[in-house]
């Protein structure tokens, strides 16, 4: 399936859709591709890309899988969407596909009414920090970083996670993904 123009990357190169229970093992590939995420069970991604497909995308150049983010609108604060995963594969990084995730996933249909864009960066990482600021920045919507989940809330060694809220969002564009 080709992606909607409204959510294709300015290249012109790289599709984005919602995800479908099939590209379970696709996402897994891509944690795995990725290098620094932590990779959850296969049928957690299975999972990810049935029960929310409304907010897990795939980025496709060529037919293939280059990228992805697994969201969800948190029950607690359903205004909000939560990135719990986005990675991109090495070969493909650097073009602006992580921003085209985000922001496909923004204008999605399972993103009604979504006013915060909010995910957790773990201090080090420098490249998930920026891409959420430049999120912002593009928007200019305000940013608020808290504590979040620091590191004894994890079994075993895991560095803390930094909560970014990045909203309220200006009412967008919904594309037909
Ligand atoms: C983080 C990641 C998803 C970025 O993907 P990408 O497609 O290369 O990012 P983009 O090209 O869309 O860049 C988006 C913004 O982030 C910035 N950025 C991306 N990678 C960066 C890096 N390594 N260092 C500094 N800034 C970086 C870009 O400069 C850009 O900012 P701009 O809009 O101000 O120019 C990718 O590096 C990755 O998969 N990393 C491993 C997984 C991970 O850490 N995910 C995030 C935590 S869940």
């Given amino acids: 399936m080709s992606a909607a123009p409204a959510a294709r990357e300015a290249s012109g ?11 379970g093992r696709a996402l897994r590939r891509l944690v795995h591709a990725a290098g620094t995420l932590e990779a959850n069970t296969g049928y957690a991604y299975v ?9 897990t995308l795939l980025a496709e150049r060529g037919g293939a899988p280059v990228g ?7 029950p607690t604060h359903p ?31 399972g993103c009604a009414g979504v006013r915060f864009l909010e995910a957790t960066v773990a201090p080090s990482n420098e490249a998930s920090r920026r891409l959420f600021e430049s999120f912002a920045r593009r928007r200019g ?21 930094r909560l ?9 564009a919904e594309s037909d993904l």
């Fill in 68 to 74: 992805f983010v697994a969201a969800y609108r948190p």
């Fill in 47 to 55: 999972l990810l890309a049935d029960h929310f497909r409304a907010t």
């Fill in 13 to 23: 190169c790289v599709g984005y859709r919602a995800a479908r229970p099939e590209d």
């Fill in 164 to 172: 970014i809220r990045i909203g309220p969002l200006a009412a967008g």
């Fill in 79 to 109: 205004d909000a969407v939560f990135v719990w995963q986005v990675g991109v594969a090495p070969g493909a990084r650097g073009l602006g596909v992580a921003r085209g995730l985000l922001d496909a996933l923004v204008a999605a249909p």
């Fill in 141 to 161: 919507a305000p940013v608020a970083w808290s504590d979040g989940y620091p590191e004894p809330l994890f079994d075993g060694p895991h560095e803390a996670e």
